[in-house]
């Protein structure tokens, strides 16, 4: 989606501008919905385990207004185009066209029995595309909020994020898990959430920026193979979580670290080590909450370098310029910690960094990573942002 990233100009000024321009007249409203970073508790989402992530202030933003008849039209400045369709049952564009995230909330909300109005709507946005912040879920979000408002319906914000996890599961066809469109949805100013995705229970951890910094950097490599290999972690920790509890449909968050070492012998090698992974995640995801909330910065970030290792060894889905950059960080006085975040396979790292210490990663990045890889790094300082409303 729009990746508006050098223009300064806040993303609802611009839709409000871009709606006045295509539409004429004034939007009702500009829903607007953030991307979000993971500190840690990674693949575990889709296990029913704990995620630690925080929205970021980057935004994609939504400004729209009802209209009479059935036809949505829909408008992304980044790519000026405009895409009409059917709102009670819009068709999926093939390939990875930015209106199918629109389409998709259109399309789940009158299968869950909720017609919406039709609407006018202008896109843009400042959540970077492809480094693994989740712009669709952004957008996703973004788009339920508008629909809701536009059409008067008043969703409880937890069937918001699993209709716009819905969208993206059903007809976007990518078999994510809760956390994106949870934290873009629920995001607190200032905090993280410790998310539990079986019950999506959640509790505010937070993150004092006095204290503390969270810095991303992109290692400018897109996640090209990643659905395929996304999907394949998944099955895999379903196999293995059937094999260990002997019931289809189990999930890894029912199983303990003694019953996976004794059922070793039933899993492949492949399971087993995609499993110890998520068992111990889940743990650490605990461990950060505790050391981050009492302030115990140094060790909070020894969970994130473990938990690096082990998506690089057990879950294999760092790249070896995630590595470096986490090397890299791992090498500047006041880092605290750094890993891999999102899917993997190329993306972000993020580090949490002693306050003051932010300038040093991000002059040690640039020096040391472009040499290193030939690619070009972007390093972000981001705080803990809101998240979704319209206004
Ligand atoms: C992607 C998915 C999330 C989650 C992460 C890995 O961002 O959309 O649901 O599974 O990968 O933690």
């Not at 390939?95 to 202008?122: D, E, F, Q």
Request: proline content about 4%.
């Amino acid at each position: 989606m729009p990746d508006n990233v050098a223009d300064t100009t806040p993303p609802a000024e611009r839709a409000r501008a871009a709606f006045r321009e295509k539409f004429g007249g004034e939007p009702e409203g500009v829903a607007r919905a953030p991307g979000r970073v993971n500190l840690i508790g990674e693949h575990t989402d889709y296990n029913g385990g704990f995620v630690l992530p925080m929205a970021v202030d980057r935004e994609v933003a939504v400004a729209f207004r009802s209209k009479a008849g059935r036809e949505s039209s829909v408008y992304s400045a980044d790519y000026d185009e405009l895409c009409a369709f059917d709102t009670d049952a819009p068709e999926r564009v093939d390939g990875h066209h930015w209106s199918n995230y629109v389409r998709g909330v259109a399309s789940v909300l009158t299968k869950a029995g909720r017609p919406v109005a039709a609407i006018n709507a202008a896109v843009e946005g400042n959540v970077p595309q492809g480094a693994g912040l989740s712009s669709s879920a952004a957008v996703e979000v973004a788009a339920v909020v508008a629909y809701d408002s536009a059409s008067g319906l008043g969703i409880d914000p937890l069937d918001q994020v699993k209709l716009a996890q819905r969208a993206e599961n059903e007809f976007v066809g990518v078999n994510c898990g809760i956390m994106d469109q949870f934290v873009s949805r629920l995001g607190e100013r200032d905090r993280c959430l410790r998310i539990d995705c079986r019950d999506l229970t959640y509790a505010a951890v937070p993150i004092k920026s006095e204290d503390v910094r969270v810095v991303v950097c992109d290692t400018g490599v897109t996640r090209k193979l990643s659905a395929g290999e996304y999907n394949m972690r998944r099955s895999a920790c379903e196999r293995a979580a059937a094999k260990i509890t002997g019931r289809e449909g189990a999930l890894l968050r029912e199983v303990t670290l003694e019953e996976l070492l004794a059922s070793k012998d039933k899993l492949t090698s492949d399971e087993y080590n995609r499993a110890l992974h998520i068992l111990r995640e889940n743990q650490r995801v605990g461990l950060a909450c505790e050391a981050l909330a009492s302030g115990r910065y140094e060790e909070a970030g020894k969970l994130l370098y473990d938990s690096h290792a082990s998506l690089r060894d057990l879950y294999e889905v760092s790249c070896k310029e995630l590595d470096m950059l986490v090397e890299i960080a791992r090498g500047v006085e006041g880092v605290c910690g750094a890993r891999l975040t999102g899917a993997g396979f190329g993306g972000c790292t993020v580090s949490l960094v002693r306050a003051g210490a932010e300038g040093a990663l991000e002059e040690a990045v640039m020096r040391e990573y472009p040499g290193k890889s030939g690619l070009t790094p972007r390093v972000w300082v981001f705080e803990p942002g809101p998240g979704a409303r319209v206004e």
